[in-house]
């Protein structure tokens, strides 16, 4: 037990590396509940047929990726799987670049740039560039991200406002109220999207207003999506990753105490021992 006590705190180390590189190269799919918020987003995607418009931001920078970039991807994948036609804009500035990210394995898989998708690119003015958007979505930028013209894209046959866009999605690392008052409120359309950790009560609270329709909460909602689209993906190898870690530590902290009591009354027995 005395050896269990003082293990070389280097093995600790190579142990925890190895349980959690092992889920990041194949995921291995831990039991987890799936909420009843991600189930809602699931089924805003779920809705959408060949054809429809969504309009998706990425609202987000490298600083809040490792969290909402898995729920932007996942969020993707559903759409494009349903066959809809996604319009990409953001209103920070790296956040097209993480557009464009989602959208590299669809190209490979025989989607069409123009057609499927489109890369608007950074919008800039906030919130009031969202409004004007709204009211004029293919005149509203001239060219997209790359300096295409937009204005023979097939994308865009059929739309020419908010009203006729069927699903919005907002994935940021600050808030989606922009997207509730300029697009979710006067056009009552619906949206949802994806929060960090430290903004989960906000949107719960958009959630039960009705004004989205259901969120992915940081990494754990994009891993429960994945699950509910039965495509294992980043999410779930982190997921997984952290629960290995998180059940290394426990699995140590346990011989740690049962090592500790049991060297604690073998020094007593000993005591008394000697006593005698």
């Known amino acids: 037990m005395e050896k269990l006590l003082n293990i ?3 093995f600790i180390y190579v142990l925890v590396a190895v349980l959690v590189s092992l889920p990041l190269i194949r995921p291995i ?3 987890f509940a799936v909420t009843e918020e991600t189930r809602k987003a699931f089924a805003a995607v779920d809705k959408l047929e060949p054809g429809d418009v969504v309009v998706f931001g990425f609202d987000y920078d490298t600083g809040g990726a490792a969290e909402v970039h898995p729920q932007s991807e996942v969020f993707f994948d559903h759409a494009m799987l349903k066959g809809a036609r996604v319009i990409a804009c953001s209103i920070t500035q790296q956040g097209p670049a993480f557009a464009d990210k989602a959208w590299s394995k669809w190209a490979e898989r025989g ?9 608007l690119g950074f919008f800039a ?8 958007f709204a009211t004029d979505i293919p005149g509203f930028v001239a060219v997209d991200y790359f300096g295409t013209p937009t204005s023979s894209m097939p994308i865009f046959q059929g739309v020419k406002t908010a009203a006729d866009v069927d699903l919005f999605i907002d994935i940021a690392t600050g808030s989606i109220l922009p997207y509730i008052q300029y697009f979710q409120g ?4 619906p949206l949802t999207g994806g929060a960090i950790g430290s903004q989960i009560s906000r949107y719960q609270s958009y959630s039960d207003a009705k ?3 259901g969120y992915l909460g ?4 994009a891993a429960e999506y994945e699950k509910l689209l039965d495509m294992p993906g ?4 982190a997921m997984d990753a952290q629960s290995a870690a998180h059940l290394l530590i426990a699995v140590l902290i346990v011989l740690g105490n049962i090592g500790e009591v049991a060297v604690k009354r073998s020094k007593a027995a000993s005591a008394k021992g000697g006593v005698r």
């Open 29 to 31: 799919g831990l039991p």
């Open 234 to 237: 980043p999410a779930t190898a």
């Open 8 to 10: 070389d705190r280097r």
């Open 218 to 221: 940081s990494l754990r909602g």
């Open 125 to 132: 003015g906030g919130e009031a560039a969202l409004a004007s």
């Open 186 to 189: 006067p056009y009552n359309k």
């Open 211 to 213: 004004q989205i329709q």
């Open 111 to 119: 989607k069409t740039y123009g057609t499927d998708y489109v890369n």
